[in-house]
């Protein structure tokens, strides 16, 4: 399988009104539009007959039409020229779905699976979009590594002058990669750490498995005592997907999910999700921030000096390599 193969999570639902939206999955221009009876269509984005961007049109019922001179073309990319009727004017379509409170788009025909982004018992928190101008390799390197938490993140991570205690495990198979690391908390916000009951010198646990059709990694977080008696309040699961846009840049699609063990319809979740998305945004963007001063895009990781946690770094090249897109390589185990 290609690149676009995969389902590729593209905009959240509510990014995708009347108007077209221009959108990129592996370099490929996208226009994704809504049909006025409410179905989808993804076409590529230049149309063709003089290559405007069909996103700069509108929607005409159930077609999109070029802003130039007007010609149409339906979800499937049957196009029809005003002027020309005649004539036989397709365009590339591709399949898109809405799920999950987002648009997903793949190429036509392909069989790859549609990811299983639910999360029963948890509330669902936020749906958030950030842009890193980095290749989609290093951008997976930042979230699948737990070192840089002791300098880049606020809260969920590592004390830094207690790195070296953090205990790491690799769990590779054939299509996935897990990893699990222990060791103790960050020192985080008072007033979220009597919110969440995490206290100082408490362990935290982050356990995160990434998946490569699309590339995803599933995260969960919870903090518990130094014996494993008393566990946090709240528990996160978080969806990370990581959509290359080019080769330069990458798109990161989280949907956060939490659970909290306080009494009352969805453990008073509901009171704070303002403030925990808020919370998500703020790590993220803490990564967008520090990834925006990468020394190069080379994703190459040949000649690095590698740590005991960037083992994992191999392990992801070679399953993105050869499960996302699709070359043939060497299987690492
Ligand atoms: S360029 Fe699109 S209709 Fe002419
Ligand atoms: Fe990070």
């Given at each position: 399988m290609g690149m676009l193969d995969h389902w590729h999570p593209v905009l959240r639902a509510g990014e995708l009104g009347r108007k077209p939206v221009a959108v990129k999955v592996a370099g490929q221009p996208i226009a994704v539009f809504r049909t006025t009876s409410g179905g989808l269509g993804a076409v590529a984005d230049a149309c063709p007959h003089r290559r405007l961007k069909l996103s700069a049109g509108d929607v005409a019922g159930d077609r999109i039409r070029c802003r130039y001179h007007g010609?149409?073309?339906?979800?499937?990319?049957?196009?029809?020229?005003?002027?020309?009727?005649?004539?036989?004017?397709?365009?590339?379509?591709?399949?898109?779905?809405?799920?999950?409170?987002?648009?997903?788009?793949k190429s036509r025909g392909s069989d790859a699976p549609f990811p299983d982004v639910r999360m029963p018992g948890y509330l669902h928190i936020c749906t958030l979009r950030h842009t890193i101008p980095a290749p989609l390799e290093l951008v997976v390197d930042n979230f699948n590594e737990i070192e840089h938490s002791g300098t880049v993140h606020q809260t969920f991570g590592y004390d830094l002058d207690r790195m070296h205690e953090v205990k790491v495990r690799f769990e590779p198979t054939e299509r996935s990669v897990r990893v699990v690391n222990v060791g103790p908390t960050k020192r985080i916000n008072p007033v979220f750490g009597l919110l969440l009951n995490v206290r100082s010198g408490d362990l935290f646990h982050d356990d995160w498995t990434t998946y490569f059709s699309p590339v995803y990694s599933v995260f969960d977080h919870w903090w518990t005592?130094?014996?494993?008696?008393?566990?946090?309040?709240?528990?996160?699961?978080?969806?990370i997907f990581f959509v290359p846009v080019d080769e330069r840049?990458?798109?990161?699609?989280?949907?956060?999910?939490?659970?909290?063990?306080?009494?009352?319809?969805?453990?008073c979740l509901?009171?704070?999700?303002?403030?925990?998305?808020?919370?998500?945004?703020?790590?993220?963007?803490?990564?967008?921030?520090?990834?925006?001063?990468?020394?190069?895009?080379?994703?190459?990781?040949?000649g690095l000096k590698l740590s005991r946690f960037d083992r994992v770094l191999g392990l992801t090249r070679e399953r993105i390599a050869r499960l996302y897109r699709g070359e043939s390589v060497q299987s690492e185990k």
């Open positions: 010609w149409t073309f339906d979800t499937c990319g049957n196009g029809e020229s005003p002027s020309t009727p005649k004539l036989s004017a397709c365009t590339t379509s591709f399949d898109v779905r809405e799920e999950y409170g987002l648009i997903w788009v005592s130094p014996d494993g008696a008393r566990e946090s309040m709240v528990r996160w699961r978080l969806y840049t990458t798109q990161v699609v989280s949907v956060t999910y939490a659970k909290s063990r306080y009494p009352g319809p969805a453990g509901r009171l704070f999700r303002r403030l925990l998305s808020r919370k998500i945004d703020e790590e993220i963007r803490a990564d967008v921030e520090m990834l925006a001063h990468l020394a190069d895009f080379d994703p190459g990781i040949e």
